[in-house]
């Protein structure tokens, strides 16, 4: 798999649930970005958590991270209709300071 | 809240026109980089600048790419002969140094439609 590979690729819930998403990478890293992109749009900056971290809350939005498994997840409580869009997770390579995106989760919450 | 800027937010061209896509970092940042993402895709480094010079770049980045900080303000990825494949949103982040903790921060994008 590739640095950055997130799960589900694609997830539907329905309003009101909460939404789990986990992202996998490779190499070390010096801290983890989550972001949201609706459809052909910006990124949009969610939470940073450093590799000195395991969990780390802002608002509904909960992401832990595991540096032995080199795995992080973002959970999305209590989930809106205008939670619909892309999740990415970015890591930055220690070794040359550039992002590495994942590939995406499409979160779909149905009203 | 600063913020990094970029203009156009769309733009259009002819096949084999050279394009100049324009960001402006936030101004007490040092480091400079522009990325990519193909429609439905992930988003991928382009390349790095710092100190007036590219640190890096990806293999996407070849000879019809370059990168200028002209003023004290602007930083612009030129593509000089646009390929039909070249249609994207073209992504401008920048970050104050190079301390582990230092997060990029990124523009809203520019998207690129090559015709």
């Known amino acids: 798999s590739q640095q950055g590979e997130e799960d589900p690729q694609a997830l539907s819930i329905q309003e009101g649930e909460n939404a789990t998403m986990n992202c996998s990478y490779k190499t070390s890293i010096n801290n983890l970005q989550w972001y949201r992109q609706n459809s052909g749009r910006g990124l949009v900056h969610l939470i940073l958590?450093?590799?000195?971290?395991r969990e780390k809350h802002s608002g509904r939005l909960r992401v832990t991270l595991d540096t032995s498994k080199k795995s992080s997840s973002l959970l999305i409580t209590a989930s809106r209709a205008a939670d619909t869009a892309s999740y990415f997770c970015a890591t930055d390579d220690s070794g040359t300071y550039k992002y590495i995106f994942g590939t995406g989760t499409r979160l779909k919450v149905l009203a | 809240e600063p913020e990094v800027t970029q203009t156009p937010s769309h733009q259009v061209t002819q096949m084999g026109q050279e394009v100049i896509l324009r960001c402006v970092p936030i101004s007490n940042h040092l480091y400079f980089y522009w990325y990519r993402q193909i429609l439905g895709q992930k988003v991928e480094f382009l390349v790095s600048f710092y100190n007036n010079e590219i640190s890096e770049k990806s293999e996407i980045f070849d000879d019809q790419f370059s990168v200028e900080r002209p003023d004290g303000s602007n930083f612009t990825l030129k593509i000089r002969s646009t390929k039909l494949e070249d249609s994207a949103m073209y992504f401008c982040a920048s970050k104050f140094g190079q301390k582990l903790y230092n997060e990029q921060f990124f523009g809203p994008g520019t998207r690129l439609t090559v015709l």
């Open positions: 958590i450093r590799s000195n971290e």
